[in-house]
């Protein structure tokens, strides 16, 4: 490959609610799109949405044509996608590889490491809806950058160019981090939908929106409060629900 410039020819794998929004933002920094794959009518739908004029192309495509090629994909995909591309040598000397899953740091990477790449993991910490949306939130977010020391970097500057906020995470604390990731989306999103559910039920309007100042306030709350200062077991009692407890049969 030719040696790189301020702007990189980037490649998306992956059409989901991640990779697009991530492609879009690189792109408002400045860096060329040159394709993203897509294989549900759904992900190709999104892709064509946040990604007008990008091409649609097979996965070995976007990483031929790629300088940085971000892999979108969940992270039980990861090893074998790599693994997969390097069987086929795939990978180019000195190409940036970036890929999104939480609970996995660049050692995932390393059969693309050994054919020269350039290995990073960057975790956006927030929820995707796939949608313009996502570009205004991710301004207001952080993201995980696990990479080798010399190349933290450039980890770094992708993250404050996508509008974000890097912070570095070893690659020893990456399984950890990703737990806590995916412990606060899936308990609190469970939370919510179970508060919803019980508001709809008794016949109140827009339950939604009527939770909506309760939970940023009790998230926030918790946010700053001293994690050994919060009871857990004290708060589940006070926010026990029918059938939550061996006193309801």
């Known amino acids: 490959m030719t040696e790189r410039s301020g702007r990189l020819g980037v490649g998306i794998v992956g059409a989901g609610r991640v990779g697009p929004v991530l492609g879009a933002a690189l792109a408002g920094a400045g860096h060329a799109l040159v394709g993203i794959s897509a294989v549900s009518q759904e992900s190709k739908d999104r892709a064509d949405a946040m990604l007008p004029g990008v091409p649609v192309l097979d996965v070995p495509e976007v990483v031929r044509r790629a300088e940085l090629v971000l892999l979108a994909i969940p992270e039980s995909e990861l090893p074998g996608l790599v693994s997969g591309l390097a069987a ?27 054919q020269g790449v350039i290995p990073l993991a960057i975790h956006p910490a927030m929820s995707f809806t796939g949608t313009s949306i996502d570009l205004v939130r991710l301004r207001e977010s952080y993201c995980a950058v696990t990479a080798p020391a010399p190349v933290q970097p450039i980890g770094q500057a992708l993250v404050v160019e996508m509008g974000a906020e890097p912070v570095i995470v070893a690659e020893a ?12 989306t899936s308990f609190s999103t469970a939370i919510v939908a179970q508060a919803v559910g019980l508001l709809d039920g008794i016949g109140l309007p827009d ?14 709350n918790a946010l700053v409060a001293p994690p050994d200062t919060i009871d857990l077991t004290a708060l589940a009692d006070e926010t026990a629900l029918p059938g939550d407890t061996e006193d309801d049969e």
């Not at 990978?91 to 059969?111: D, E, F, I, N, Y």
């Not at 981090?177 to 995916?182: L, Q, V």
Request: glycine fraction near 12%; charged fraction near 15%.
């Open 88 to 114: 086929v040598g795939a990978w180019q000397p000195g190409q940036l590889v970036v890929h999104t899953a939480p609970g996995l740091g660049v050692s995932v990477l390393k059969p693309a490491l050994a």
């Open 207 to 220: 339950p939604g929106r009527l939770l909506a100042p309760l939970v940023r306030s009790s998230v926030e």
């Open 173 to 184: 604390d990456r399984a950890a981090y990703g737990e806590a990731i995916t412990t606060a």
